[in-house]
C-alpha cells in the first residue's frame, strides 16, 4: 500500500533521461500500519496482467502429469451424484417432487464442487506460495483473486454435463433462469469470502490445513444438496439459511428447474445477508493480516 | 521533495520472539482471546492489579532488527548494503521494497521500485523457460506488453534460447540462475534493490550481471546492493553503509566502509539471525 501517485517532478529537476519517458514519478511512502487498511482496488487492477499468469499457470499445471485431465472436474460430482442417487432416491426415497433424483442432486452438486475446491484452494493460497508472500511485493489478493479465477473453469466444465444431463432427462429450464448469474456470483463470494479467512489464518496457524476437509464434510450436511431445504421445519429455516450454501444451492436448483421446484425466500434472504458479512469480513481482515504476512509465514 | 531517491528517517522495525512451543501458539491466542475481556470484567469488580499479572513468565521478547536508521541517497547512486549476518540489511531491504511494514519510522521512495530478494521468485517447475518469463517478470512488476518488448533481449542476456521450451525442471540450477536474472535485470524501474543475487552461478555470469548492473547505474537508475562479497560491493558501488545490530555504524565511500568492516569482529554466535 501506500503507492500513492503523489505528485510529479516539474520537468527541470529530473534527474535523468530515463525518468523522462515515464508517465509520472511515483511517490512511495512506507510508514508502520495499525489497524484496519483500506482494500485500494485501484492497484489491485494494476496487477491483473499478474493475475491473468497466476490463473493461467494453475490451469496449465493442475492436470500436468494426470491421466484423464480436466475430466475431474465432471467426475467428482458425477460420481457422487451417482452414490447420492443409489442411496437416496433408491433407498432412503427422499421427496423431490417432478424433479428426478439425479437432476435434483447434480444441479447442487455443481456449485457445491467449485465451493469445495475452491475454498481448500483458498485455504492454502498464502502457506503454498511462500516465496510470493515473502520476497516480493504486490498486492496479496492477487492470489486468492486468481485461484477463485481458475476455480471457476472448473465449475464451467462441470455446469456443461449438468446441461447435458438436463437434455436427456428433458428438463428445460423456465424464465428462472436468467436469476442463474446471481446464484454463481453468490456462490463465488462464499467461497471467496470463506477462503480469505482461512488463507489468512492459516499462514499463522496451520491447523486451519487440517480443519479444511472435516469442515467440508460438517458443511455438507448443513446444506441442502442430497435433500431439499423443504425438509427443515419452516421457522427454523431462516436460521438454517445463515449457512451461505444453503441459499446458493437451493437458489441454482431453482433457476435451473424452478418450474417445478419451489424457492424458500426466507432461506435465501438470510443467505444473501450471511455471504455479504462473510465477504466483507473476510476481505478486510485479510487486508489486515496482509502488513504482517511476511513476518509470520 | 528534494533531489533524493531514498531517504528513510529514523526507520526501526521490531520482531515478537516466540519463547512458545509452535505447537502452543494457537493454545496461546485462543487463550489471550478469552483472557482479555475476563481480565477485563475481573478489573471492574477488583482495584488490585497485581492478582491478575500473576507469574507468567514472558512469552514473547521483542527484538530490535533495525532501531531508528536514517540515510538518502540520490538518484543514479549505486549504494551498497553490507555488514555481518543480522544486522538487519536484508530487513531494511524488505521494508524498503515494501514487503514489511516499519514498526516505527518513514521511507520516501521516488520512483518505482523493483526489489529482486531472490532470484526467480515464483518459478514454476512445470512450465517452460519462455512461460516462465512472462509469469515471473509479471511477479516483479512488469507489464505483459513490457515482457513481450524485452523477450529476445532477455532471452539474449540468459543465454538458454535452445532450452527456452523446455519445463523449467529440467533446466541445470545454473541456466535456471540465468533465466531469473535475465528476468529481474530488464526490470524498469527507476530504483532496483537486489539481495544477495550474485552468490549463485559462474564467474563468467558474474561478470556479466556486475556489467549489467553497472549499465543499469549508468542508465541513471537506483541501485541498493546487499552482498557478503566485498570484491562485487567494491567493484559495483560507490558509497556503502555499514550495518550492525540493527543500526547504521558508517556511511562513506565504498573501500573506505569495507575496510572499516573487515576490522570488525564477527559477532555472530551470539547475534540474532532474523534477516539472512
Not at chain 1, 258 to 279: H, Q, Y
Not at chain 2, 71 to 83: A, L, N, P, T
Not at chain 2, 216 to 236: Q, W, Y
Request: some cysteine; hydrophobic content about 50%.
Amino acid at each position: 500500500m501506500n503507492r500513492i501517485m503523489k505528485s510529479t517532478l516539474p520537468k527541470k529537476t529530473k534527474p535523468s533521461d530515463l525518468l523522462v519517458n515515464q508517465s509520472g514519478i511515483h511517490l512511495t511512502e512506507i510508514k508502520p500500519v495499525k489497524g484496519w487498511v483500506p482494500l485500494q482496488l485501484a492497484e489491485l487492477w494494476q496487477y491483473r496482467d499478474l493475475v491473468y499468469l497466476l490463473v493461467w499457470r494453475d490451469i496449465k499445471v493442475r492436470y500436468k502429469q494426470t491421466v484423464v485431465g480436466s475430466s475431474w472436474a465432471i467426475l467428482q460430482p458425477l460420481i457422487t451424484m451417482i452414490v447420492f442417487t443409489l442411496l437416496f432416491d433408491k433407498l432412503v426415497k427422499i421427496e423431490t417432487g417432478e424433479t428426478p433424483y439425479p437432476i435434483f442432486s447434480y444441479s447442487a452438486l455443481v456449485p457445491w464442487t467449485f465451493f469445495t475446491h475452491a475454498m481448500t484452494k483458498l485455504s492454502t493460497c498464502l502457506t503454498g506460495n511462500y516465496d510470493l508472500v515473502t520476497k516480493v511485493y504486490f498486492p496479496k489478493l492477487v492470489l486468492p483473486i486468481s485461484i477463485i479465477l481458475a476455480a471457476l473453469v472448473d465449475f464451467i466444465i462441470s455446469f456443461i454435463m449438468l446441461l447435458i444431463l438436463m437434455v436427456i432427462y428433458g428438463i428445460t429450464p423456465g424464465i428462472s433462469i436468467i436469476t442463474l448469474p446471481l446464484f454463481v456470483i453468490m456462490a463465488v463470494a462464499t467461497a471467496f469470502g470463506i477462503g480469505l479467512w482461512l488463507a489468512a489464518v492459516n499462514l499463522q496457524f496451520r491447523d486451519i490445513s487440517n480443519a479444511v476437509p472435516f469442515i467440508i464434510q460438517i458443511w455438507m450436511f448443513i446444506t441442502p444438496i442430497a435433500y431439499p431445504s423443504s425438509l427443515i421445519p419452516e421457522k427454523w429455516r431462516a436460521l438454517y439459511g445463515l449457512n451461505p450454501m444453503a441459499g446458493v444451492v437451493e437458489g441454482f436448483r431453482w433457476a435451473l428447474v424452478g418450474s417445478s421446484w419451489e424457492m424458500p425466500v426466507s432461506i435465501l434472504a438470510t443467505s444473501l445477508f450471511a455471504v455479504a458479512v462473510l465477504l466483507m469480513g473476510g476481505l478486510f481482515f485479510y487486508r489486515r493480516k496482509e502488513m504482517t504476512f511476511a513476518e509470520v509465514a | 521533495m528534494g533531489n533524493f531517491a531514498i531517504k528513510a528517517e529514523n526507520l526501526s522495525k521490531s520482531f515478537r520472539i516466540s519463547h512458545l512451543s509452535q505447537s502452543l501458539e494457537l493454545h496461546d491466542a485462543l487463550e489471550r482471546l478469552i483472557r482479555t475481556p475476563a481480565r477485563l470484567v475481573t478489573n471492574l469488580f477488583s482495584n488490585s492489579q497485581s492478582a491478575t499479572q500473576v507469574t507468567r513468565l514472558p512469552a514473547y521478547e521483542t527484538l530490535w532488527a533495525l532501531k531508528e536508521i536514517a540515510f538518502e541517497i540520490k538518484h543514479g547512486e549505486v549504494v551498497g548494503f553490507i555488514g555481518h549476518n543480522g544486522a538487519g540489511k536484508s530487513v531494511a531491504l524488505k521494508i524498503l521494497a515494501n514487503i514489511m511494514k516499519p514498526t516505527k519510522g518513514l521511507a520516501q521512495i521516488y520512483g518505482r521500485v523493483g526489489a529482486i530478494l531472490e532470484v526467480g521468485t515464483g518459478f514454476h517447475p512445470e512450465l517452460t523457460g519462455r512461460e516462465n518469463i512472462y509469469l515471473n517478470g509479471a511477479i516483479l512488476g512488469m507489464k505483459n506488453h513490457e515482457i513481450k518488448l524485452k523477450f529476445e533481449e532477455i532471452v539474449d542476456f540468459s543465454g538458454v534460447e535452445r532450452f527456452l521450451d523446455m519445463p523449467v525442471k529440467r533446466y541445470s540450477s545454473g541456466m535456471r540462475v540465468r533465466l531469473a536474472f535475465a528476468v529481474a535485470a530488464h526490470l524498469e524501474p527507476e530504483v532496483l534493490l537486489f539481495d544477495e543475487i550474485l552468490a549463485v552461478g559462474d564467474n563468467a555470469f558474474e561478470k556479466k550481471c556486475i556489467d549489467k548492473m553497472k549499465a543499469l547505474a549508468k542508465s541513471g537508475r537506483t541501485l541498493i546492493f546487499v552482498s557478503h562479497k566485498m570484491a562485487s560491493v567494491e567493484n559495483l558501488c560507490t558509497r556503502a553503509l555499514l550495518f550492525q545490530q540493527g543500526k547504521i555504524i558508517m556511511d562513506g565511500s565504498c573501500p573506505d566502509v569495507i575496510t572499516h568492516y573487515s576490522s570488525l569482529p564477527n559477532p555472530n554466535g551470539k547475534a540474532n539471525s532474523k534477516d539472512e
